[in-house]
């Protein structure tokens, strides 16, 4: 299974970004799916979630009203909105399949299977 996120970037604060998260190799119909980043120096940390069937998503406190999480399983693909950006929103995106559940998680430790990440630098 590989894990390839894309569409990061350099954007000035108040822009937008859209992330993606192409899965090859396994369907992941069935799974839970995050994005979490991590930013330079500091730890990782829950971005968003989301189930199986898009219905139950779940936010990290900072992006809430901000980013939107979707999937298309159809096309086995993740996606991030990001919107209104700030410079505190640089890190490194990794989007993440949890294929032994299928709920939104907030736990690192649930996903099995990580994204290599994309980077995305917001200037003030």
């Known amino acids: 299974v590989q894990l390839q996120a894309s569409g990061g970037g350099l954007v000035q604060a108040g822009g937008s970004l859209r992330l993606s998260c192409a899965a090859s190799?396994?369907?992941?119909?069935?799974?839970?799916l995050g994005w979490f980043r991590q930013a330079p120096g500091k730890e990782r940390e829950f971005v968003t979630a989301i189930n199986w069937n898009g219905v139950a998503t779940k936010y990290a406190d900072s992006v809430k009203g901000r980013f939107t999480i979707s999937r298309d399983n159809a096309k086995n693909v993740l996606y991030l909105q990001m919107n209104s950006l700030k410079p505190e929103d640089t890190a490194v995106y990794s989007c993440?399949?949890?294929?032994?559940?299928?709920?939104?998680?907030?736990?690192?430790?649930?996903?099995?299977?990580w994204g290599q990440g994309t980077l995305v630098t917001v200037s003030s």
């Open positions: 993440a399949v949890d294929f032994r559940g299928f709920r939104a998680s907030t736990t690192p430790t649930t996903f099995d299977f």
């Open positions: 190799g396994r369907s992941f119909t069935n799974s839970g």
